[in-house]
């Protein structure tokens, strides 16, 4: 058993990583590897000669029958789906390496979102080959298809992201990581404008277009529709504010590879908030605030002596 445990741990990593990418959530993902462990346990190893192999194409496999349920119980949410936000940076590396764009695009907040519209299989080797460099064989046999059938599946999944609308938010392969501190002054303004109720103020720093999104899941209050548009989005946000901001304190901090904005009230965390600009003026904006979802957050803080940690 011992051993068994040695080297599943040894490759937790790895499964976490498929897991979370391909879900989206990592409460969803710790099930997949409990149930990865427990086929773990009930296989012969002799049998076994790649366990790397064998335990990323259970937890792919998984993950795709996963998926499938999630999708119908995605039609009947309350409100907007977002992922489960995950902690990076500060010591913490439940995501892997993120030192390289390429690497942080792939925990994204806009990928995660973007990828769920992709068919599970699209998904899965969009993950394998983007995220963890698999050949398109290699995707071939943990998915079971062809090698040809997993090379168009990558294919069509790129060409999905690449048109989808929410592109404009991804990580420019191109471009270095995100100016924290540019990004940390355009955010102390923003808050600001906000916790005042300057509308004008807050407005000068919204695109037109901007559009703000919430995840309460039915269990908080959150808008359950995308507010867009500057005025509609300024004036949301210092309601917001005005009827629930009270003993609320903003945190900067990172998650997903991104800069991020952990907002805690008396009774521990209440959002997770993501924030896109465009030059100096706010794209978009992503709240994530169902409960369930962040419990990995707060998992995190425990780990790292609180939000004392985060600086």
């Known amino acids: ?40 346990q009930s296989v012969d190893h002799e049998s076994v000669k790649e366990p790397a192999a064998f335990l990323a194409k259970t937890v792919t496999n998984l993950c795709l029958n996963q998926l499938t349920s999630a999708r119908a119980r995605r039609e009947t949410y309350i409100g907007e789906w977002l992922p489960g936000p995950v902690l990076t940076g500060n010591r913490l590396d439940d995501l892997g390496p993120l030192d390289e764009v390429a690497q942080r695009e792939s925990v994204s907040f806009a990928l995660l979102t973007v990828m769920e519209k992709l068919t599970p299989a699209e998904r899965a080797a969009y993950v394998l080959r983007e995220a963890f460099a698999y050949s398109h064989r290699e995707v071939a046999d943990l998915i079971g298809t062809t090698e040809a059938n997993a090379r168009q599946l990558h294919s069509r999944a790129r060409k999905r992201v690449a048109a989808d609308p929410q592109a404009h938010q991804l990580p420019d392969p191109q471009a270095h990581q995100v100016d ?14 906000a916790q005042l109720g300057d509308i004008a103020g807050l407005e000068s720093l919204l695109a037109a277009d901007v559009v703000s999104r919430a995840d309460g899941g039915g269990k908080v209050n959150a808008a359950r529709r995308p507010v867009e548009g500057r005025d509609h989005v300024a004036r949301y946000l210092v ?16 998650a997903n590879g991104e800069p991020a904005i952990v907002a805690v009230g008396p009774d521990g965390i209440r959002a997770v908030l993501f924030l896109t600009f465009d030059g100096d003026q706010l794209r978009s904006l992503e709240i994530a605030m169902n409960p369930d ?5 707060e998992d995190q803080l425990s780990r790292i002596g609180g939000v004392s940690g985060l600086g």
């Open 1 to 40: 058993m011992a051993e068994q445990l040695a080297v599943f741990q040894e490759h937790r990593g790895r499964m976490f990583g498929i897991a979370y990418r391909m879900l989206g959530t990592a409460t969803e993902a710790e099930e997949v590897l409990q149930d990865a462990w427990l086929r773990w």
């Open 180 to 193: 924290a501190g540019h990004w940390r002054a355009l955010v102390e303004r923003f808050l600001a404008a």
């Open 239 to 254: 309601g917001v504010l005005e009827r629930f901001g009270a003993g609320i304190l903003p945190y900067f901090a990172q």
């Open 293 to 297: 979802k962040l419990s990995r957050v």
